[in-house]
């Protein structure tokens, strides 16, 4: 008889993720000529480059319980409903598109539309997020997607800087920005000799001194200028020779003028509050709209309408010559694929719920948060803002602390800005018994009905929006769930996925996402928590993240790791960031070249540009090798100068 033991499933589990059988291995193996995987081994890679150390990594368990180690990492997790904002919102995912689409391997196991014979429902679906947000910023295009806003607003800096033809190096940025999205551009301004000027653009904002402005629309503090004065400011900068980018609120553009019709060239931001869950700060699909003049200095990609070979329309990814895959260095930026499935699910969001949808859910969160700050207006508290949209800033002298625990008390996470304020962000999920407790938590007590008919509106006079917006049949056309889940189909089966067949493709992308690992994304205790939640909420998500660093230091050889990078482009900057960082501290400032072999990935190239490098391009021969007498030549030529060696492992 068996013993127990050997009746476990933990390597049928393992086997589950390997597509190729037994047979197709063999198969494989003797076409090439080898009699077993270790021989194949052997014979591609060479000896000096192999371990014989064992990794130190958890023995391998079943799908059962894989599940339940992840389920007690969530169980670990406290979701209270967080009012927090700082440009992440509770939202509702519909649940056709969760099961549709979100859970769908036909979506999200997909590649890279490069390939668009095989590539039309993704196409379409991205071109719908396209004309999503080209309609709500008032501009007249838009990419397909970026990695997230604070990455987004830094895209928008060095557009402008391509763009324009001042020749100041300063980029003003409104004090009243995401703290993250500030840091986030500072960051990637310092590598490129890129001045940032933080300060109220109202009052400390020299035109002339600046060749680009980055201003939030709404404010952080929730603070809405009128529209008139933004007028105003844009044109000022515009007289002076500068560029004018925006972060905005896609939602608060349903209601607000659209930066595009007060003058504004850029608008960049996050599709997340568009049904994509919070999920501990990501992922979430950025974007990026601009006006004509400046779509070849955009960065991302942008699907285009084209023809096929037979004359009928088909979609084709569009002025791609700006990208890294074709121009490398001279890139518009290191940008590759970008939260692809985000942003197909805020696309279709927008689908679900059309403009009179999403208008009606802006208008209710607008109308809550009115009646919010009636109810502590009324209290005597001071609202910072006088304009908002789904945002109030609260003055409450020294007690600001005192006044979060008791919020917390309620199941309630709030923003505490120092020692006197409190922010408070509502979303489509909030309702009356949420505004009432946190009315508890300053020590009010009154019933939203009592005062909803006297509630001021929060908008500024002469700012409403007035033209409209996803006028497209698409936008009007799935009401029902049938309808939705049915359209939905339509676009997955034009497109080749691993639920159809296997994809040879890829260096980066060329992996499995399986169900099981897939499955917890729409865990409420993963899904729901808030990235700026107290961390004490969020212990399970840190338990993973510790154990998560611990495998991936063992696994490379390393001793300390980051995952703050949200895509492998985005990994190479840190990296080379980080090698620069190095250089100034040991005096080398002049070790500015970094070596990359020709058969590279474009965003190696592009990356290192955005560090502050100068690529010298190595030569490789016809199977893509590094040609190593040509790598000593380089590396004798530049001597002092060269200060990094970027190559990817194994080829390209």
Sequence with gaps: MPLISQLSDEAAFIGRHIGPSDDDIAQMLSYLGYDSLEALIDAAVPGGIRTNSVLNVPAPTSELEALARLRAKADRNVVNTSLIGMGYHDTFTPSVIVRRLLESPAWYTAYTPYQPEISQGRLEALLNFQTMVSDLAGLDMANASLLDEGTAAAEAMTLARRSTKS???????????????????????????????VGNPLTDLDAASVYGVLLQFPGSSGQVTPVGELADL????????????????????????????????????????????????????????????YRRSMPGRLVGVSVDSAGRPAMR??????????????????????????????????????????????????????????????????????????????????????????????????????????????????????????????????????????????????????????THEVFHSYRSETDMLRYMRRLSDKDVALDRAMIPLGSCTMKLNATTEMEPITWPEFGRMHPFAPLDQAAGYMQMIRELETLLIEITGYDAISLQPNAGSQGEFAGLLAIREYHKANGDHERNVCLIPESAHGTNAASAVMAGMRVVVVGCDDFGNIDIDDLKAKIHQHGDAVGALMITYPST
Excluded at 241 to 267: C, F, N, R, S, Y
Excluded at 324 to 350: D, F, G, P
């Design 234 to 293: 844009v044109e000022r900068v515009h007289h002076a020779g500068g560029l004018v980018a925006v972060a905005a609120d896609l939602l608060a553009l349903t209601l607000l003028t659209p930066p595009g019709e007060w003058g504004a060239d850029i608008v960049v931001g996050s599709s997340q509050r568009f049904g994509v869950p919070l999920g501990f700060g990501g992922p979430h699909a950025g974007f990026m709209a601009v006006r004509d003049a």
């Design 317 to 470: 990814l569009s002025l791609q010559t700006r990208e890294q895959h074709i121009r490398r260095e001279k890139a518009t930026s290191n940008i590759c694929t970008a939260q692809v499935l985000l942003a197909v699910i805020a696309s279709m969001y927008a689908v679900y719920h059309g403009p009179d949808g999403l208008t009606r859910i802006a208008t209710r969160v607008h109308r809550l948060a009115s009646v919010l700050a009636k109810g502590l207006a009324d209290a005597g508290y001071e609202i910072v803002n006088d304009h908002w949209f789904d945002t109030i800033t609260v003055r409450v002298p020294d007690r600001a602390q005192a006044i979060e625990w008791a919020a917390r008390d309620q199941g309630i996470n709030l923003r505490r800005t120092g020692d006197d304020l409190i922010g408070i962000s509502l979303d489509e999920t909030t309702d009356s018994a949420i505004v009432r407790g946190v009315w508890r938590a300053f020590g009010v007590d009154r019933a939203v009905i009592e005062i909803e008919s006297s509630a001021p509106d929060g908008l500024p006079e002469g700012s409403a929006r007035t033209s409209p917006f996803l």
């Design 167 to 197: 020749k100041s190096n300063a980029f003003f940025v409104d004090s009243d920005c995401h703290p993250q999205t500030i840091d986030v551009v500072k960051t990637r301004a310092e590598p490129l000799g890129i001045d940032v000027v």
